[in-house]
Every structure is written in C-alpha cells, then in structure tokens.
C-alpha cells in the first residue's frame, strides 16, 4: 500500500463510531468546562483562550478525519460536528465577552472559514451538502455580529480581522 493510499483509508463502521464517540466526549468535556465557568464552579474555563486550547486540536483531528476520506466517499458526521462547534462558539465568544481575546478567537474562526470553504468547493474533500451550508450561513451572519459586538472598543489592529471573519465562506455562499 502506497503512502497516498494509506492516508486515504476506509473507516470501518466500527472505526466511524470510535470517531464520533470520542469527538463527542471532547465537546461534552469543553461544554462542562464552559458551563463552570458561566457558573463561576471551580474547574471552569478561565478565558476564551484556554477553551479554544481544547477546541484547536479537536478541530484539528475532525479536519484529519476529512482529509483521510478516500474520494468519493461522505462524510460520516465531520460536518455536523464543525457546524456545532461553529454554532456554540457564538456562545463561548459572548460568554467571555468581557475579556476578549481577539488573536486567538480569531485564528480558529479562519481555520473554521478555510475548513468549510474547502467543503463548499468538494475538490480535495467531500462536498457540504446544500442542507449544511444553509446551516453554515446562519451561523457565519451570527458569528459576525457577535464577534463585531464583542470587540467592540477592543484594540483597531483587529478590526481587519473582525471584518475577514467567514470571509472565503461568504465569497462561496453570496
């Protein structure tokens, strides 16, 4: 087996499950942390930032799970997944909202934009379906307002960056 088709393998179904469990352990893990924090419970989050630090490299094994799918298969859940951590990231981002932190809530909102504009165009990866990138649409027009009123006041080096939220998105959805 070549290395390219050793980077593209078939999950067995058995594999899919493993997958999905472990992801949803690690949202189920992050939301208790987030719901500590709201109540203010030790063991709560202590900003954006330390959440985003668990949010980044679950991210990050979601992407790989979509990139090792051999072409023309579909994606086994990925996207609900990244639509959900899209969606409740409004949340953490009001959440913490006084004590922003732009840099880094910024970063995985781009990672996010490029995950899913690379979705949209189906090239290297499974297509979004139409039904997912409604879903997506609504969450990136929410995800800007929140983030605008947010940052509001916060330091105009990140202006640009608020502006270029979900950017390759709306260049592939408007």
Request: aromatic share 8%; proline share 3%; hydrophobic share 35%.
């Amino acid at each position: 087996m070549t290395e390219h088709e050793e980077h593209h393998r078939h999950l067995t179904e058995s594999q899919q499950v493993k997958f999905n469990n472990y992801v949803e352990d690690k949202l189920m893990h992050i939301s208790r942390r987030y719901v500590k924090h709201m109540s203010g419970s030790e063991g709560g989050y202590e900003s954006i930032s330390q959440l985003i630090g668990d949010l980044n490299p679950l991210i990050d094994v979601i992407l790989y799970s979509i990139q090792s799918i051999p072409e023309g298969e579909r994606l086994f859940g990925q996207d609900d997944y990244l639509l959900r951590i899209s969606d409740e990231l409004i949340e953490f981002i009001e959440g913490f909202g006084d004590r922003p932190e732009p840099a880094c809530t910024l970063q995985v909102l781009s990672k996010l934009d490029s995950i899913f504009a690379s979705l949209i165009d189906g090239k290297e990866v499974p297509q979004l379906s139409q039904t997912a990138t409604v879903r997506l649409s609504s969450i990136v027009e929410r995800t800007r307002v929140t983030v605008t009123n947010t940052f509001e006041g916060v330091d105009d080096d990140f202006q640009d960056g608020i502006a270029k939220i979900y950017e390759q998105v709306l260049d592939r959805t408007t």
